[in-house]
């Protein structure tokens, strides 16, 4: 009998990345589901009411699926997203960080290590305890950085600038907004693209995954 040497390590985000891929799949799905869905029900309305153009309920109605398709639907189904994907960000870094630690046997752990965010941490931690640079290219690392920044403003900000006196936040997503063109802001309210979130899934993913086949091959 043949037998099977399976590497199983790290397998659990291979996984999670692969279930988020497809729930991308699906919530753009179901975003024009209940667009559609929505948009035939006013038509109903309409046509029942008799109402045109000249009616105040007519254009209540145009503005709501205004409102459902630039605004309320990619809120409330992409900004979950940016969330669960930097949560698998963390994770994935982590359990690697502290396994490359018990395999070298140092003393220093992920956990002692200070920094202005998370981000700065785990890469001074693979970068200078384990020998092991992580994010090297700058291109990629901004990437991270984004998808950080844009997770806390969701988590902690409910996904608003409307603070006038945090500066900082409203620089950094209309930096985002002259960069890609697939940031965009409602009011006060961050809007993210398809585009965008397709865009940095892939990128995140294949570094992820680059990290975990190194980590693999050397340990």
């Known amino acids: 009998m043949t037998k099977l040497n399976l590497d199983l390590r790290f397998v659990e985000f291979n996984s999670e990345l692969y279930a988020l891929d497809n729930y991308i799949s699906f919530v753009e799905d179901k975003i024009k589901s209940l667009l559609k869905q929505?948009?035939?029900e006013i038509k109903a309305e309409i046509k029942k009411n008799?109402?045109?153009p000249d009616d105040a309920l007519y254009a209540l109605y145009k503005l709501e699926i205004n409102s459902l398709n630039n605004?309320?639907?990619p809120k409330y189904f992409r900004n979950p997203i940016i969330v669960t994907l930097w949560a698998i960000v963390e994770t994935c870094l982590k359990s690697i960080a502290e396994y490359i630690g018990e395999q070298e046997n140092k003393k220093l752990r992920f956990k002692d290590i200070r920094a202005e965010n998370f981000l700065l941490c785990i890469k001074k931690y693979f970068e200078y305890v384990l020998n092991f640079p992580i994010l090297s290219d700058q291109k990629i690392y901004n990437k991270f950085y984004e998808v950080m920044?844009?997770?806390h403003l969701i988590v902690h900000n409910n996904g608003k600038i409307s603070n006038p006196k945090d500066a900082g936040n409203i620089k950094f997503i209309k930096d985002l907004m002259n960069k890609y063109k697939t940031i965009s802001?409602?009011?006060d309210e961050i809007i993210i693209s398809k585009k965008y979130i397709n865009v940095s899934f892939s990128i995140i993913r294949i570094e992820l995954?680059?990290?975990?086949?190194?980590?693999k091959r050397i340990y």
């Open 38 to 40: 929505r948009e035939s």
């Open 50 to 52: 008799n109402l045109t």
């Open 71 to 73: 605004r309320f639907l």
């Open 149 to 151: 920044k844009l997770r």
């Open 185 to 187: 802001l409602d009011f």
């Open 209 to 215: 995954e680059n990290i975990i086949n190194e980590t």
